[in-house]
């Protein structure tokens, strides 16, 4: 049995972690995770703070923004066997990573070294056509370490928020378990190829706006891709500005209109509009 400690900003990334941990018998002693103003901060109060969900949940936490002044010395108190981070926003110093008798180890939803960095679906944005995931040990830079477990598979068609979340935890689930295999059988890891890293920023307020001239598979993977934690996806119709929950390919009848261009309102929340490809409905709000 390991004694873990884990850090987190989402609840999906605590679930993913403590299901794992319980399947092996395995304690997750710990959680550390932003404390609720920080969180609401960064993502805005659209979603209830991790560290507001927790105790609920019966699970020991630390909320703080201190990692050094109050995580290091709760975490060093524990001597925990393993430190595992999943959806965490910052930078673990080595005051933490340090301690565990295994180290520290990363889940990154991309097939590292490309999408390193806070945003890895703007790889399925850019246009990549698989979805990644890798388990590695912490280092001095976000998502730079030596590599434990990785796997890249092709995107699914038509590809929707929800379809990726599901892919990503599914891949998760699998490095993670391979990866602490491997850890915990001395398995250094390897080296990541630096000519071949790529970074993912977080999206601009402009890239948030969806271009309707372009075509279906497109527009499903950057509606995707930005509505993944919440709807954020943007678009122009006629004179009406509308967030877009989905898209849909719609067979039948061609249009002869110009890509781009409004065909009809089928409902309050659903509009056909033309894309570069073909007719499409758009789920609205």
Partial sequence: ?????????????????????????????????????????????????????????????????????????????????????????????????GTPAYGAVNLHPSALPRGRGPNPQRLIYAGDPTAGATLHRTAASFDTGAILSRREVPL??????????????????????????????????VPQDETLATTAPHFTQDERWLDLTEPTVTLQRRTAALNLAAPSALARIGDQDVMVLGIEAVDGPRYDVKPG?????????????????????????
Avoid: K, N
């Fill in 156 to 189: 699914p068609d038509p590809l929707t928020a929800r379809v990726l979340r599901d892919l990503w935890a599914r891949l998760l689930g699998e490095v993670l378990e391979e990866g602490v295999g491997r850890l915990l059988a001395g398995d250094p890891g």
């Fill in 1 to 97: 049995m390991l004694r873990i400690v884990s850090l987190h900003a989402s609840l999906a990334g605590y679930r993913l972690v403590a299901d794992w941990a319980a399947r092996h018998g395995h304690e997750l002693a710990l959680v550390v995770t932003p404390s609720a103003d920080d969180a609401i901060r960064r993502y805005g109060g659209d979603q209830t703070p991790l560290a507001l969900q927790l105790p609920g949940l019966g699970q020991p936490c630390l909320p703080t923004d201190r990692l050094l002044e109050t995580a290091a010395p709760a975490v060093a108190a524990l001597q925990p066997d393993l430190v595992i981070s999943a959806t965490y926003p910052r930078l673990i110093p080595a005051e933490i990573t």
């Fill in 261 to 285: 261009a409004l065909i009809h309102w089928e409902a309050e929340e659903m509009v056909l509009v033309q894309s570069g490809t073909g007719p499409i409905r758009l789920h609205i709000c």
